[in-house]
């Protein structure tokens, strides 16, 4: 009896190994499957990464040219039609190119200074998403002046609105006899401020702030605005908008 009951134990233990060792071979397929597939993914990411590497190439080649580009752009055609800015493009590249400046072929904004995500995010908040209103939003977001948005659809007004509106935007008109104070609190707090259907004359009072005439006085960064010397926060942002289709501006203010 001693001696069965030892065969059964000695049996029992080698079934015990018989499914242990069929479990390590079940997860060893499995390992094999999912480093075949790895293995056959890389492969792929192998073409992509060298179609990079060719590309980034390229661009680092290219950088002087298209930046020139890009920045005459941003400095000077804000206010120009889609066109008007192919049209200027078109003519940079060339003079590039006789001067022996490496560029590319065609400069798109948005391929050089623009950001994807920011990008993404600024579609989220209902920019809209043609080329031509990205390369204004580019423009306005690398520009060292304060926007002003012609906008008669306010499709400009309400992205702002949506971009800005967890930052406590404010909201104003020329025309409310308190905008003044509202937006030297916002300058002195960092807050935004959109200021809406401005006409063709702006109140000269805002003029240190469209030419952001900011000074340090007593250790701190102001700004005067009318008779008060307001601290100016570093945060403050300044969006203008007018809903005439085809206003006429003084040389200081376009």
Not at 167 to 194: A, H, M, T
Request: charged residues 25%; aromatic residues 8%; contains cysteine.
């Amino acid at each position: 009896l001693d001696k069965i009951q030892d065969l059964e134990t000695k049996f029992k233990a080698a079934n015990d190994d018989k499914v242990k060792i069929a479990n390590e071979v079940d997860m060893c397929e499995k390992k094999l499957v999912r480093a075949g597939k790895l293995i056959s993914g890389l492969g792929g990411e192998k073409t992509r990464w060298t179609e990079n590497v060719k590309t980034l190439g390229e661009e680092y080649v290219n950088v002087t040219g298209d930046v020139l580009v890009s920045s005459a752009i941003v400095a000077y055609l804000g206010v120009f039609s889609q066109e008007y800015r192919d049209s200027y493009i078109e003519t940079a590249m060339k003079k590039i190119k006789e001067k022996e400046i490496p560029g590319s072929s065609n400069v798109s904004l948005e391929k050089v200074l623009g950001n994807p995500v920011q990008v993404r995010d600024w579609n989220l908040a209902g920019l809209p998403r043609d080329s031509l209103s990205i390369d204004n939003a580019i423009i306005m977001s690398k520009s060292n002046r304060w926007a002003l948005m012609i906008d008669p659809q306010g499709q400009a007004n309400k992205w702002i609105r949506n971009m800005e509106k967890d930052n406590s935007l404010g909201i104003f008109k020329l025309s409310q006899s308190d905008f003044v104070r509202n937006i030297e609190s916002c300058v002195q707090y960092g807050k935004p401020v959109l200021l809406e259907n401005v006409g063709e004359t702006i109140d000269s009072i805002l003029e240190p702030l469209l030419t952001k005439a900011v000074y340090k006085s007593g250790g701190s960064l102001v700004i005067n605005i009318g008779d008060s010397q307001v601290e100016y926060h570093d945060d403050f942002k300044l969006y203008l908008t007018t809903k005439l289709p085809n206003p006429h501006y003084a040389p200081e203010v376009s």
